[in-house]
């Protein structure tokens, strides 16, 4: 399953996307750890499998949230993408 | 040499007639829905005033989102380049800049003499402009001017949740609803504005001294909020909502040197 | 109070020719939502009862009042159940639910039976959020998004232009439906800016229809691009409120070059019915009451 946790608003879409056939493979949950903001947490989730996430109430603001590892110029790679060993983290922007 | 900077903002159209590097005069008034008219009038009238015709003129330079619609106009600029320009001439130290305007939020990375060196904007999206605080104090029924006041009166800490103008809309209701003091509602408000404001300067960086210009200037709870969020405090110039229409003034000063 | 955007009546249904005592396997979803509640019994797999009534102030108290009303004068009661479980908004606040269930799962699950096993694409549109899930032949999500951090593609939003113009919010569709032509859609996405854009379009002489053509059109547009992220592929189906409005549902039909599915049932049910039907998988994989009552 691809969850994409986020929004779109006027200014643009922000969205997180996580695909959970690749994630519940992984067992090291790197991400919950590796994002500054705190936004990730392992569950299990509606069919059973022990997945990533992002918490609930994280999620109407990821924009904001993320903007630090967003910098504009000389931006090195995401944290929680280069900690995610299954490779199941996408940023849409 | 007389040179003029016209700034037609979202909301008001600025004029700032500039005289040898000395402000002579600056005026605003609502820009509408005839922005080439307003800004017109405002032309002629603010002429008028310093008794001044057009032949006096050396040069006019338009920025801000109807920059365009200014047709006497013979330079553009963007109102990054422009604020960035005038906050080099105020505060020639400062190399971030937080511009609020009616629309539009915007932060500034300048370099030296003030020349533009990266921009983040927030726009398209009333949550993180000066339309957010008008709605809001739309539904507490107040004016912008009294929700900024009393915001420094809160004592309480209020969360807010939603970050959409329309939801936070309803959400200030509930808490009305719920008995929560005005003043406490006013601060969470502001609060929720900075900390969108201060993430979205993160990526240009922090670098203080920090310069705030623009309309949300003059909200004395919006600068509070925003100086605990960054942990310092802003620098704001007298009249901060002129800075564009200034930086224009400049730059046509510069350009018909 | 909660607002409510689309007129819908309170109700509740029972299937009279289905004798729940001959059944097996009971079990029950009840959907918490901000507006409304609804409860669902299905029996053996087939739907059996439902009630669709208003969220009160109290999330437990609605659950419960939803579920009574369901099995009114059915002579079943919550002892009778293999499984129940929760969904919505308050899906946690079920004080007898087995499980909590996300609404996403429970809307994919219920669509499909709802649907049949064709549909791929659910668009949800409520009162103060977005849905739009993609899902197997057997009813498991895909892919997925919501929305609810933006006003704009949701019923609130809509309810703020219905405001602007003075018309009641159920005719807002047959409204903007009345045009010679589509004019072009409304350029801000953003609510708060549409709204000062209408209120200019006004003062320039259009017309209510048109001001209202050029709003559904933009929504439309805007709920195609949340579509586009997940990818829609048909049969394709849009349930909540704004299912019932028109001007919006042609203008995506139109932009999609689709048709929506008709639905069999009330699409309020649609995830309360997929929290009981995984109710009844979790009790085929031997995870039901053991102490539940004998009919």
């Not at chain 2, 801000?64 to 130290?93: C, H, I, L, Q, W």
């Not at chain 2, 398209?124 to 929700?147: D, H, N, Q, W, Y």
């Not at chain 2, 970050?163 to 969470?188: G, M, P, R, Y």
């Not at chain 3, 009574?68 to 079920?94: P, S």
């Amino acid at each position: 399953m691809k969850a994409n946790y986020g929004y779109m608003d006027g200014s643009g879409e922000y969205y997180i996307t996580i695909d959970t056939d690749k994630c519940m493979e992984c067992s090291e949950h790197f991400c919950v750890k590796a994002c500054p903001a705190g936004l990730f947490r392992i569950i299990e989730d509606d069919y059973e499998d022990m997945v990533a996430e992002i918490i609930p109430n994280k999620r109407q603001a990821i924009k904001y949230d993320c903007a630090p590892c967003k910098p504009l110029e000389d931006r090195p790679e995401l944290p929680c993408m280069a900690a995610c060993t299954p490779q199941a983290i996408e940023h849409s922007w | 040499m007389v040179t003029i900077g016209i700034d037609v903002g979202a909301k008001n159209a600025k004029i700032l007639i500039l005289k040898d590097g000395e402000i002579l005069i600056s005026k605003y008034r609502e820009s509408g829905f005839d922005q080439a008219g307003v800004t017109t009038a405002l032309l002629d009238e603010t002429l008028a005033e310093l008794k001044l015709t057009r032949d006096d003129i050396t040069s006019i330079c338009s920025t801000g989102a109807g920059r365009k619609a200014v047709t006497f106009a013979n330079e553009v600029v963007t109102e990054v380049s422009a604020t960035s320009r005038a906050t080099f001439e105020m505060y020639p130290e400062v190399r971030t800049v937080i511009d609020v305007g009616a629309e539009e939020g915007r932060a500034i990375r300048c370099g030296e003499r003030g020349k533009v060196e990266d921009f983040a904007i927030n726009e398209k999206c009333a949550a993180g402009s000066g339309a957010f605080t008008e709605a809001m104090a739309r539904a507490l029924e107040l004016t912008v001017e009294e929700l900024g006041k009393i915001s420094l009166d809160s004592s309480a800490s209020v969360p807010m949740n939603a970050q959409c103008a329309v939801f936070a809309e309803s959400e200030v209701i509930s808490l009305l609803h719920a008995n929560t003091a005005k003043q406490d509602i006013a601060k969470a408000i502001h609060d929720a504005i900075a900390s969108r404001i201060v993430s979205m300067t993160r990526r240009v960086g922090l670098n203080k001294p920090i310069a705030l210009v623009g309309g949300m200037a003059r909200n004395v709870g919006f600068v509070h909020s925003l100086n605990a969020a960054i942990e310092d405090e802003v620098l704001i110039p007298d009249s901060p909502e002129m800075t564009a229409a200034y930086g224009a003034a400049l730059i046509a000063a510069e350009r018909a040197a | 109070m909660a607002k409510e955007f689309w007129r819908w009546k309170e109700y509740n249904w029972q299937d009279e020719n289905l004798n729940w005592r001959d059944g097996k396997v009971i079990t029950g979803g009840v959907d918490v939502g901000s507006v409304s509640s609804q409860a669902v019994v299905m029996v053996d797999g087939e739907l059996f009862a439902f009630s669709n009534m208003r969220t009160g102030s109290d999330s437990p108290n609605s659950a419960l009042n939803a579920m009574n009303w369901a099995l009114e004068n059915t002579g079943m009661t919550l002892d009778h159940f293999d499984f129940i479980v929760g969904t919505g908004y308050g899906r946690v606040n079920v004080p007898f639910a087995d499980k909590a269930i996300t609404e996403i799962a429970c809307h994919a699950r219920g669509g499909n039976y709802m649907y049949g096993p064709t549909v791929r694409t659910i668009l949800d549109m409520g009162g103060q959020d977005c849905k739009a899930i993609l899902c197997d032949e057997r009813g498991k999500v895909t892919n997925f998004l919501m929305n609810d951090k933006c006003a704009a593609g949701t019923g609130r939003g809509m309810e703020v232009f219905a405001d602007l113009l003075g018309v009641s919010i159920e005719d807002v569709g047959d409204l903007s439906l009345d045009v010679d032509e589509e004019p072009p859609p409304v350029s801000s996405t953003c609510v708060v800016f549409a709204k000062s854009e209408a209120a200019g379009l006004l003062r320039e002489g259009w017309s209510q229809s048109r001001v209202l053509a050029a709003y559904c059109s933009a929504m439309a547009h805007r709920v195609f691009t949340l579509l586009e992220r997940v990818g829609v592929s048909p049969d394709f189906a849009i349930t909540g409120g704004i299912a019932k409005n028109i001007g919006v549902v042609s203008r995506i039909e139109r932009e999609l070059n689709l048709t929506a599915l008709k639905p069999k049932h009330d699409t309020q049910i649609a995830g309360a019915l997929g929290a009981a039907l995984f109710g009844k998988a979790l009790v085929e994989k031997g995870k039901g009451r053991k102490n539940k009552a004998v009919a």
